[in-house]
């Protein structure tokens, strides 16, 4: 196993709380499909419109510079084999009382009462034309206060986050196989 094998997210989160990962198989080599990753947009998905609607967050952080402006920042990026983003908050609350933080400072931040989250995506070659794409997403709390409430939070939002990672695959397979055509 080579380094760019080994999950990106281990750097950050060797331990977490919660783990949740999905993959797609792409007929597109690895810069494409990392580069359609990159810009990802999730306009076209009406079920990722509707679950961004109710938990009230914009329409514009349906897209990759969409999703920097509610506070995911990029974490390390390794091009074309994948790249991490972050976000801290209290997601079980209303407004998800987002922190903001600077990235180089993620892996140390110790916010009681704050959950910090990455979100991955990692690109790997199955043949030279065709790449797997997987996205992982770790959260972890950093008391047992705040891990007793996002567990229960995520009881009821984790299936709806896997809704959104799958479309986010299913979105990123189909910009980078039209790539393949154009």
Known sequence: ???????????????????SQHSIEVAA????????ARTLDLSGSWIVRSL??????????????????????????RPP?????????????PSGRLLDFEPADFATLDA???????WSFDVSPTSDSESRLRTVTRVLCPDEATRRRFLLYWRVIGPFSGVIRREALRAARRTAESHQGA
């Open 1 to 19: 196993m080579t380094p760019t094998d080994l999950p990106f997210v281990d750097e950050f989160f060797s331990t977490y709380d919660v783990e």
């Open 29 to 36: 080599p690895m810069h494409v499909v990392y580069e359609a």
């Open 52 to 77: 961004f609607r109710l938990r009230g967050l914009p329409a514009s952080a349906l897209t990759a510079e969409g999703l920097a402006r509610i506070r995911f920042k990029p974490l390390l990026e």
């Open 81 to 93: 084999h994948g790249f991490i983003l972050g976000i801290v908050g209290r997601f079980w609350s």
């Open 112 to 118: 009681p009462g704050y959950a910090k989250a990455i």
